[in-house]
């Protein structure tokens, strides 16, 4: 199984390499009686060629094979390319054999009838030897080594046709070329060789599966099944999907990197025999979503979340836990979670696009009339995206997976509250899952990111709900959440995670102070005392946590911020100084209060016109805070004469 490792718009979590697992399967160490036969390959050749290959190759590819079969033992760890030097040492030796007997052929001596053949056996035989040793340099970290024998290879296999019996070499050494490349970032020439392999896959219409590349070389290959070359074959093209998945991301061609992506998965569907295969497919199905969820596919997204938990699960069935490693439950334990928080945004996602759709609804029968064509054109651009969410055909689905029970938890478009409350208590169970394993003791960071998903949710589901208190319910149990869990960290190792949600916090406390002054029926100024007192705590509770984030953030020795810290720095400010404002107090304070705030803005402005990189990164709140600037003094003015 492989897992899908450079696709930045599909991929959330990396496990693997971008190489993944990729070696192909050495053929299994033969009995004594068969070690000295030969492939039927080589049966044309002549008896000298037969006699070296039986004499000569085979006992050396005997023992290439103990060491490569052979498991690193505590000295190897400290060595951990020791076997592969040793099996490289074997290839070397078999390549200067071959060698020799190749010049051999070009004597006079030899016998004419066989010579032709005799050449091209044992031309196949070196490039097989020089592919392995080429796979093997990039196994020990060489690919400056490896490149140059693939290469050579390469050119010495490009003239045969697809119908060729010994094409699956060919396939195998692209692939390697591709990951080379691949990893030196020339994801063009990785895409031309994968193209090279793929197509001669594709283009192999022979009944029987071709030779599959160890079997000129390993010992007892004469025995291999159709069964067994027609796996290796179907594998070798697998990875060639897999590898073009890679690239076809790297080169920002999304689309065919999402596509590849689920070929692969098909592929290999049937082929899940252990419960790492299990983990690794349902992960990388699961990933897949967040490619279809970006692009407001909705409805696909959700049968490739679907389609990953049901396998997982029906896989889990089958097997004994407890005959399972620790290691192994972990790991299965945490793949179950990774599916719970795969669904927590798929929630996130649905919600956010139908509040959309249900508020454009809403404004379209509130709007003033010289907005209604704006309106319009919101509702026309909300139906085409619910068409987009809900389409899904027989293209996008894994085949033989009944998922339409799980699947019916999840409606990809909601229009009301009763179906946004319905989707988000399944989302609630999906945070109890994740919890279950990212518990904040041990997996602080994943953690917290469940938390904040689970804010989200309550934020998006409260655009669905029309009752104010209601409303304020919601945010305020965000707040209970995020207040607890920052509460009980350590601030010295946990900065970050704690600036995070004081910073929401404070958003989320603003929020409210924004919906208590929209549900008044008039001016906040002129409310009752009892809803200007609310309204003013839950501003003071703003300041409060916007502060607290922004004193954090300290200036170097020159007075110069970070420049990864300045737009928040910039963006606490703001928060602060709005908070400031917006209480509702006497004049004289509210004087104070508006002179701090373009004190802030002024400070903003000359720092961010004094540091054109710091601004180029908070453009957007350099022109709000320039223009605020201007308009607060002339508020300042003004109470100042009330004043006096």
């Known amino acids: 199984m492989l897992y899908f490792a450079c696709l930045p718009v599909i991929i ?105 053949k005799d050449k091209q056996c044992l031309q196949m035989l070196k490039n097989f030897l020089l592919y392995q040793k080429g796979k093997i340099n990039s196994q020990v970290e060489e690919p400056q080594n490896a490149e140059p024998i693939l290469l050579e290879t390469f050119e010495k296999m490009k003239h045969l046709s697809s119908e060729d019996n010994l094409v699956s070499l060919y396939c195998s050494v692209c692939n390697e070329l591709g990951v080379i490349w691949c990893q030196r970032g020339e994801f063009d020439r990785s895409h031309e060789y994968l193209t090279c392999g793929m197509n001669t896959f594709e283009g192999y219409e022979r009944e029987n599966a071709p030779i599959h590349v160890n079997e000129l070389f390993c010992p007892g290959a004469a025995q291999q099944t159709e069964e067994a070359r027609r796996e290796a074959w179907e ?144 509702i026309v651009a909300s139906e085409q995206m619910c068409e987009v969410a809900e389409k899904i055909g027989p293209e996008d689905r894994f085949e033989g997976i009944d998922v339409s029970e799980l699947e019916s938890r999840v409606v990809v478009v909601t229009s009301t509250f009763a179906q946004a409350s319905e989707v988000f208590k399944f989302a609630q169970e999906q945070v109890d899952i994740a919890h279950g394993f990212y518990k904040l003791n041990g997996y602080v960071s994943d953690h917290i990111e469940v938390l904040q998903d689970t804010s989200n949710l309550y934020k998006l589901l409260s655009n669905f709900e029309p009752d104010f208190e209601t409303k304020c319910k919601m945010h305020k149990r965000r707040i209970d959440l995020m207040e607890e869990t ?38 906040i100024s002129q409310a009752d005392i009892k809803v200007i007192q609310k309204y003013n705590k839950l501003s003071q509770q703003s300041h409060k946590y916007y502060k607290k984030f922004h004193d954090t953030i300290k200036p170097e020795r020159n007075g110069v911020y970070d420049i990864e810290l300045i737009r928040p720095l ?25 002179n701090e705030a373009v004190e802030e803005y002024k400070w903003i402005v000359k720092y961010l016109d004094s540091h054109p990189d710091a601004k180029e990164r908070c453009q957007q709140q350099y022109e709000l805070v320039r223009e605020l600037s201007t308009l607060l003094p002339t508020q300042a003015d003004r109470l100042q004469k009330l004043l006096h």
């Open 235 to 378: 594998r070798t093209y697998t990875h060639t999907l897999y590898y073009l998945a890679q690239v076809y991301g790297h080169l920002g061609q999304y689309d065919k990197a999402a596509l590849f992506c689920r070929r692969t998965l098909v592929r290999q569907l049937s082929n899940i025999s252990t419960v790492p295969d299990a983990i690794e497919w349902s992960f990388n199905a699961a990933t897949l979503s967040n490619y279809y969820s970006r692009n407001q596919r909705l409805a696909v997204a959700r049968h490739c979340i679907a389609c990953a938990q049901i396998v997982f699960q029906s896989f889990l069935k089958k097997v004994n836990l407890e005959e399972l490693s620790e290691n192994t439950k972990e790991k299965a334990e945490r793949n179950t979670a990774d599916i719970a928080r795969f669904w927590i945004r798929l929630v996130r996602t649905v919600l956010l696009e139908s509040s959309r759709v249900y508020q454009s609804k809403v404004a379209h029968k509130t709007a003033p009339s010289q907005d209604i064509d704006h309106i319009k054109r919101m």
């Open 12 to 116: 959330l979590t990396y496990r693997n390499s971008f190489r993944g697992k990729m070696a192909e399967t050495v053929t299994p160490l033969p009995e004594e009686e068969v070690l000295m036969t030969p492939h039927p390959y080589y049966d044309h050749c002549s008896t000298e060629v037969k006699s070296f290959i039986v004499n000569e190759i085979l006992p050396v590819a005997r023992q290439y094979a103990v060491v490569y079969h052979s498991h690193e033992t505590a000295e190897e760890s400290e060595e951990p390319f020791k076997h592969a030097y040793r099996a490289r040492e074997h290839l070397d030796t078999c390549l200067a054999l071959t060698n020799s007997v190749l010049k051999r052929t070009d004597e006079s001596d030899w016998d004419e009838e066989f010579v032709e």
């Open 486 to 523: 920052s509460n009980s960290l350590n601030t010295q190792y946990y900065m970050m995670v704690c600036r995070q949600l004081w910073y929401e916090i404070a958003d989320t406390y603003m929020e409210m102070a924004g919906l208590k002054s929209d549900n008044s029926k008039c001016h």
């Open 570 to 594: 910039v963006l606490s400010k703001m928060g602060m100084s709005k908070a400031k404002t917006n209480f509702v107090v006497g004049e004289r304070e509210q004087f104070r209060f508006v």
